[in-house]
């Protein structure tokens, strides 16, 4: 009887569910649910997470004003409609990002299954599909896992400067004697790790997990293991590999290089049963581990070797007899704090097909990918047991066309393989990656085929969301260039190159590089992983560093490279809507920028620099910086103008937070420092700053310390700079973050779009028209010395690539988060054709249009539940039409003004087609 109860009372509520449906319009759907930004995760690291989700409809003008949101602890109690976790009824909103869950207070290991439905001005949508989250292990009690490693090398190991460390193989057996419900893995294994249950796989992740400062945070990721796990005897198996965490180069330059120690794990396995009950396999001592394995060595710098000989096939499965491995010893934490990790895995996101394979000389050939790339090389071969090949992996060849490796400095980048005979084998390295397009193969037996090989592109899984191309072939180019470039760099954390002994997250890369990067990808959760990483960094005093986690010991203290701290919280705002991390490091940004106001300040003046504008093009193409004085522009100028700009976000975020006295402070500080910079810097009688270089007079300017009256002159000394230099590019990375924007933002966009389609030295262009497939990390790049000359860098990037989306496409946001755009593209005399789209977290922005001798058609699209002014190239109201009619008769484009040569529209979400006629 109870049964057939529940059976009715089901039947109600999908009968129900049918005609609430009923009343729902099928234009208005839903899509791309996500929790705290990332789909379906598990094992997240709040009790409190966000929710976002978008709305599709093919009706114009279409905004929320309503949603529901359901969360279950069950698949079952959702398809039932019962939010047992939260409900929270229907609530009158226009929000669909980062939507606070307000449900049910959530305890470590809640698995939540959620919906939504929305209520709109054009319609009402049905349930969304679900989706999911479940919450990691938020407190430290929750660990009963022990960490386990062994901390010191084998007979066969050197812990010295060019460090040779094993790989470690760890496993147990263990048995589940009831029916399985669910299994879920808690792992950290330090630095990197791969892990297995029963011979299998566990994820598509590789260079598990993300780096950190270890003393300071220490990332641990979840893992659903349920299908891998089954009643009976079962086994678990680890590798370790030595990632950031056994360093590059131990025992070298102690006081720069930050070392932690042996790699170790700390692993949970969770195992609930149908009946209720639950069992935990933990690490501990009753592990074995051997490093006597197949991996011999494998550093980020230098290499993997792999010797197939030593593999000892079935130790992940039960079964394995590990009698003669070591017991895994009992060692101390590495000190960071534990944390769920946020921010998405490094995987292979692409595969490259090389494009041709040449003899070099005997035993020795050279393949080609074709693509500067960052990843591995995949390897099929066929041989005799012992048989070796060499893998060396370079970015370019020398004339006579072995590999240039001299970019490198001491980085060995070699892979060995070690064949064990007999079938095609098929490998690839798994804890260290190559910033390669050339590969030298040697002792390969028989003749290499293109077909043997595979490029694997590995960076984290980080979504594409931009599209850009114009009918300039040479500046597609510069944008692929850039694409590769900043995919190559994306490692966990943003590093500065994939190749030579370095590969180090360095703040001033990314400065304005990080916005440029956020319309091709989305990459909100990798930044706000490197803010943590950037505070975890600073010092007690209040220093931040120029490397961030500071691997390397470098607190040069200036203002641009620390600066990027404030910039990317600022971007994460702007460009995702998200508020949350410029409320989380507000406090350590205040404390920054007071230690270097207390300490350097002087007469209102920042008198501490380091890099100044970092590696301008220099007088002769074989040097790396400019000698020549009037070239380079005063340090103190720089960093006091970055000082006033940073003042003024800071002001904007206190008033964001609601501190009205730190405003206060920022606003009057901001005017002091503005003052006397113009006191000091701003010659009067020529309207020149400083040494009269571009980059001392666009900072001013930009950044809105010159004076209205002043404004216009001194943009014309950065013409006239511009000029000099035959209208190439003369500033270093400061300048260049601000430069297409500051031309375009004064009237110049002609000259920005000159600059950015150059093909002569130096410029973007330059570097494509030398085969670069890449952006290089000099402008020189195929001249300069050698000592600093890495051909995959994105420092020299500046603002180029915002500027593509937001002034050449049209593409910004008004406030935050792309709600309200303003589409205003540039049109420039030349540029025949572009074509853009963005996918902001309401949905797919578009901007594509065709400039002709007798037209200017352009293709908008707007996502449901934003807005945008529309700026359309037309002196009148009624020379522009859209689909084919006047815009007065259209419903919901709405006429605001004429400007500058500009028709300006305001109009809803849909997709529209403008002509103006000439």
């Given at each position: 009887?109870?049964?057939?109860?529940?059976?009715?009372?089901?039947?109600?509520?999908?009968?129900?569910?049918?005609?609430?449906?009923?009343?729902?319009?099928?234009?208005?759907?839903?899509?791309?649910?996500?929790?705290?930004?990332?789909?379906?995760?598990?094992?997240?690291?709040?009790?409190?997470?966000?929710?976002?989700?978008?709305?599709?409809?093919?009706?114009?003008?279409?905004?929320?004003?309503?949603?529901?949101?359901?969360?279950?602890?069950?698949?079952?109690?959702?398809?039932?409609?019962?939010?047992?976790?939260?409900?929270?009824?229907?609530?009158?909103?226009?929000?669909?990002?980062?939507?606070?869950?307000?449900?049910?207070?959530?305890?470590?290991?809640?698995?939540?299954?959620?919906?939504?439905?929305?209520?709109?001005?054009?319609?009402?949508?049905?349930?969304?599909?679900?989706?999911?989250?479940?919450?990691?292990?938020?407190?430290?009690?929750?660990?009963?896992?022990?960490?386990?490693?062994?901390?010191?090398?084998?007979?066969?190991?050197?812990?010295?400067?060019?460090?040779?460390?094993?790989?470690?193989?760890?496993?147990?057996?263990?048995?589940?004697?009831?029916?399985?419900?669910?299994?879920?893995?808690?792992?950290?294994?330090?630095?990197?790790?791969?892990?297995?249950?029963?011979?299998?796989?566990?994820?598509?992740?590789?260079?598990?997990?993300?780096?950190?400062?270890?003393?300071?945070?220490?990332?641990?990721?979840?893992?659903?293991?349920?299908?891998?796990?089954?009643?009976?005897?079962?086994?678990?198996?680890?590798?370790?590999?030595?990632?950031?965490?056994?360093?590059?180069?131990?025992?070298?330059?102690?006081?720069?290089?930050?070392?932690?120690?042996?790699?170790?794990?700390?692993?949970?396995?969770?195992?609930?049963?149908?009946?209720?009950?639950?069992?935990?396999?933990?690490?501990?001592?009753?592990?074995?581990?051997?490093?006597?394995?197949?991996?011999?060595?494998?550093?980020?710098?230098?290499?993997?070797?792999?010797?197939?000989?030593?593999?000892?096939?079935?130790?992940?499965?039960?079964?394995?007899?590990?009698?003669?491995?070591?017991?895994?010893?009992?060692?101390?934490?590495?000190?960071?704090?534990?944390?769920?990790?946020?921010?998405?895995?490094?995987?292979?996101?692409?595969?490259?097909?090389?494009?041709?394979?040449?003899?070099?000389?005997?035993?020795?050939?050279?393949?080609?990918?074709?693509?500067?790339?960052?990843?591995?090389?995949?390897?099929?071969?066929?041989?005799?047991?012992?048989?070796?090949?060499?893998?060396?992996?370079?970015?370019?060849?020398?004339?006579?066309?072995?590999?240039?490796?001299?970019?490198?400095?001491?980085?060995?980048?070699?892979?060995?393989?070690?064949?064990?005979?007999?079938?095609?084998?098929?490998?690839?390295?798994?804890?260290?990656?190559?910033?390669?397009?050339?590969?030298?193969?040697?002792?390969?037996?028989?003749?290499?085929?293109?077909?043997?090989?595979?490029?694997?592109?590995?960076?984290?899984?980080?979504?594409?969301?931009?599209?850009?191309?114009?009918?300039?072939?040479?500046?597609?180019?510069?944008?692929?260039?850039?694409?590769?470039?900043?995919?190559?760099?994306?490692k966990g954390m943003p590093v500065d190159c994939p190749q030579r002994n370095e590969r180090m997250p360095w703040l001033g890369d990314r400065a304005v590089g990080s916005l440029g990067e956020s319309f091709v990808f989305a990459n909100s959760n990798f930044y706000v992983k490197w803010l943590d990483d950037i505070a975890q960094s600073q010092r007690p005093d209040g220093?931040?560093?120029?490397?961030?986690?500071?691997?390397?010991?470098?607190?040069?203290?200036?203002?641009?490279?620390?600066?990027?701290?404030?910039?990317?919280?600022?971007?994460?705002?702007?460009?995702?809507?998200?508020?949350?991390?410029?409320?989380?490091?507000?406090?350590?940004?205040?404390?920054?920028?007071?230690?270097?106001?207390?300490?350097?300040?002087?007469?209102?003046?920042?008198?501490?620099?380091?890099?100044?504008?970092?590696?301008?093009?220099?007088?002769?193409?074989?040097?790396?910086?400019?000698?020549?004085?009037?070239?380079?522009?005063?340090?103190?100028?720089?960093?006091?103008?970055?000082?006033?700009?940073?003042?003024?976000?800071?002001?904007?975020?206190?008033?964001?937070?609601?501190?009205?006295?730190?405003?206060?402070?920022?606003?009057?500080?901001?005017?002091?420092?503005?003052?006397?910079?113009?006191?000091?810097?701003?010659?009067?009688?020529?309207?020149?700053?400083?040494?009269?270089?571009?980059?001392?007079?666009?900072?001013?300017?930009?950044?809105?310390?010159?004076?209205?009256?002043?404004?216009?002159?001194?943009?014309?000394?950065?013409?006239?700079?511009?000029?000099?230099?035959?209208?190439?590019?003369?500033?270093?990375?400061?300048?260049?973050?601000?430069?297409?924007?500051?031309?375009?933002?004064?009237?110049?966009?002609?000259?920005?779009?000159?600059?950015?389609?150059?093909?002569?030295?130096?410029?973007?262009?330059?570097?494509?028209?030398?085969?670069?497939?890449?952006?290089?990390?000099?402008?020189?790049?195929d001249t300069a010395n050698p000592a600093m000359n890495s051909r995959n860098h994105i420092m020299l990037l500046g603002d180029l690539i915002a500027w593509f989306y937001q002034d050449i496409a049209g593409i910004k946001t008004v406030n935050a988060g792309f709600k309200q755009l303003v589409m205003q593209p540039a049109v420039i005399k030349g540029l025949d054709r572009?074509?853009?789209?963005?996918?902001?977290?309401?949905?797919?922005?578009?901007?594509?249009?065709?400039?002709?001798?007798?037209?200017?058609?352009?293709?908008?699209?707007?996502?449901?539940?934003?807005?945008?002014?529309?700026?359309?190239?037309?002196?009148?109201?009624?020379?522009?039409?859209?689909?084919?009619?006047?815009?007065?008769?259209?419903?919901?484009?709405?006429?605001?003004?004429?400007?500058?040569?500009?028709?300006?529209?305001?109009?809803?979400?849909?997709?529209?087609?403008?002509?103006?006629?000439?």
């Amino acid at each position: 009887m109870k049964g057939l109860v529940t059976h009715i009372g089901l039947a109600v509520v999908v009968i129900l569910t049918c005609l609430g449906n009923c009343y729902a319009d099928a234009r208005i759907g839903l899509q791309n649910l996500k929790c705290e930004m990332l789909n379906n995760p598990l094992g997240i690291g709040t009790a409190k997470p966000r929710l976002s989700w978008q709305i599709t409809s093919d009706t114009r003008n279409t905004n929320q004003v309503a949603y529901q949101i359901l969360v279950a602890s069950t698949p079952e109690k959702l398809t039932a409609n019962q939010g047992d976790l939260w409900d929270s009824h229907k609530v009158n909103s226009t929000e669909t990002i980062m939507v606070n869950y307000a449900g049910k207070p959530l305890s470590s290991r809640a698995e939540c299954y959620w919906k939504v439905r929305v209520w709109t001005n054009n319609g009402t949508s049905i349930w969304s599909q679900s989706a999911k989250w479940s919450v990691g292990l938020l407190n430290p009690a929750d660990w009963k896992a022990k960490w386990i490693g062994y901390d010191r090398g084998f007979a066969w190991d050197s812990v010295s400067k060019f460090s040779r460390l094993s790989a470690r193989y760890y496993r147990r057996g263990f048995s589940l004697n009831k029916t399985i419900k669910r299994g879920t893995a808690y792992i950290v294994g330090l630095g990197h790790y791969e892990l297995y249950i029963n011979g299998h796989a566990i994820g598509d992740q590789v260079l598990a997990e993300a780096p950190t400062d270890y003393t300071q945070s220490v990332k641990y990721n979840t893992f659903d293991v349920t299908d891998r796990l089954k009643q009976g005897d079962n086994a678990i198996g680890t590798v370790l590999g030595n990632g950031r965490y056994f360093t590059m180069r131990p025992k070298y330059k102690p006081k720069k290089i930050k070392e932690f120690g042996f790699p170790k794990m700390l692993l949970q396995l969770e195992v609930e049963y149908t009946d209720g009950s639950k069992q935990t396999i933990i690490s501990d001592n009753n592990w074995h581990f051997t490093a006597d394995g197949p991996i011999r060595t494998n550093n980020e710098y230098d290499g993997e070797e792999y010797d197939a000989t030593k593999e000892f096939p079935g130790w992940n499965s039960a079964g394995f007899d590990d009698s003669q491995w070591l017991i895994a010893e009992l060692v101390p934490a590495p000190g960071g704090k534990l944390d769920a990790q946020m921010n998405e895995p490094i995987s292979v996101m692409d595969t490259i097909k090389p494009v041709s394979i040449s003899q070099l000389k005997k035993d020795v050939w050279i393949l080609d990918l074709g693509q500067n790339m960052a990843g591995w090389l995949q390897m099929r071969v066929k041989g005799n047991r012992g048989d070796k090949v060499t893998l060396r992996y370079a970015e370019t060849l020398q004339p006579n066309n072995e590999l240039y490796v001299a970019n490198l400095r001491d980085a060995k980048v070699t892979d060995v393989y070690t064949l064990k005979g007999g079938a095609e084998e098929l490998w690839h390295p798994v804890f260290v990656y190559h910033g390669f397009r050339y590969v030298e193969i040697s002792g390969y037996p028989g003749k290499p085929e293109l077909a043997d090989f595979e490029g694997q592109v590995v960076y984290d899984a980080l979504p594409t969301i931009g599209h850009f191309e114009t009918s300039n072939a040479i500046v597609n180019k510069i944008y692929h260039n850039a694409y590769w470039g900043i995919l190559s760099n994306y490692k966990g954390m943003p590093v500065d190159c994939p190749q030579r002994n370095e590969r180090m997250p360095w703040l001033g890369d990314r400065a304005v590089g990080s916005l440029g990067e956020s319309f091709v990808f989305a990459n909100s959760n990798f930044y706000v992983k490197w803010l943590d990483d950037i505070a975890q960094s600073q010092r007690p005093d209040g220093a931040i560093p120029d490397v961030a986690p500071a691997y390397w010991n470098y607190y040069s203290d200036n203002m641009t490279w620390p600066g990027t701290y404030i910039l990317v919280a600022d971007m994460l705002y702007r460009q995702f809507a998200d508020k949350a991390p410029i409320e989380k490091h507000y406090a350590s940004m205040k404390k920054w920028m007071d230690y270097m106001r207390v300490k350097y300040m002087k007469n209102t003046i920042v008198t501490k620099d380091k890099y100044g504008d970092w590696c301008v093009p220099p007088e002769s193409l074989e040097l790396i910086h400019a000698k020549d004085s009037s070239l380079n522009t005063d340090g103190q100028l720089i960093a006091t103008a970055y000082y006033y700009h940073l003042c003024g976000l800071m002001e904007k975020f206190a008033t964001m937070l609601h501190k009205p006295a730190d405003a206060q402070f920022f606003a009057a500080a901001k005017q002091t420092v503005g003052k006397a910079f113009n006191d000091k810097y701003f010659d009067k009688t020529t309207s020149k700053y400083g040494n009269n270089t571009v980059t001392a007079n666009l900072l001013p300017l930009y950044f809105g310390i010159t004076l209205s009256a002043n404004k216009q002159a001194v943009f014309k000394n950065v013409v006239a700079k511009i000029n000099e230099a035959h209208d190439h590019i003369s500033t270093g990375v400061i300048g260049t973050q601000w430069l297409m924007r500051g031309l375009t933002e004064f009237g110049r966009p002609d000259l920005a779009w000159k600059i950015a389609s150059n093909t002569t030295y130096p410029s973007w262009g330059y570097m494509a028209e030398r085969g670069a497939t890449t952006i290089w990390e000099l402008w020189n790049g195929d001249t300069a010395n050698p000592a600093m000359n890495s051909r995959n860098h994105i420092m020299l990037l500046g603002d180029l690539i915002a500027w593509f989306y937001q002034d050449i496409a049209g593409i910004k946001t008004v406030n935050a988060g792309f709600k309200q755009l303003v589409m205003q593209p540039a049109v420039i005399k030349g540029l025949d054709r572009v074509n853009a789209s963005y996918q902001t977290a309401y949905g797919l922005v578009k901007s594509s249009y065709n400039n002709t001798t007798s037209s200017f058609n352009w293709h908008v699209a707007i996502p449901p539940n934003s807005s945008a002014l529309v700026y359309v190239p037309a002196k009148a109201m009624d020379e522009v039409t859209e689909g084919g009619k006047k815009i007065s008769i259209i419903k919901y484009i709405k006429p605001v003004k004429i400007e500058n040569g500009k028709v300006v529209l305001s109009i809803g979400s849909g997709d529209y087609d403008f002509e103006v006629k000439y």
